[in-house]
């Protein structure tokens, strides 16, 4: 049972730091230190643990969803999210072309990944 709830919980955590960042993919007014690097990095760490839960019962569009973003993570290039920490330099870094797919997507996901699931542990 504790192991139940303990994947229970890490879901529901990366669930909701998830679901933060991709509102802030969708915020045009990105202003934050250090915000490229933690979205993808953050955003793939999230992403995988809700694949990789044991126990976690996603709905078939939910694991294609989250995989699917865990793809286009993966083609934003080093050089879109490896820049120095100055506000100016970080604001650009998130308006990198590569970001254009991610912040389409980004809505549709999270209205994927915020509805009731019955297949949840």
Known sequence: MTNEI??????????????DLLKTLCDKDIIYFNIAWEIKDDAYRDASIM??????????EQRAGIVKLIEMLKLIPSTA??????PEIQVGA????????????????????????????
């Open 6 to 19: 303990s994947e229970y919980e890490a879901y529901i955590n990366a669930r909701s730091r998830l679901l």
């Open 51 to 60: 694949l990789n839960l044991e126990k976690l019962k996603l709905s078939p």
């Open 81 to 86: 999210v490896n820049v120095a920490n100055e």
């Open 94 to 121: 998130m308006r990198h072309p590569s970001w254009s797919s991610l912040r389409t997507y980004a809505p549709d996901l999270i209205r994927l990944l915020s509805a009731e699931n019955k297949h949840t542990l």
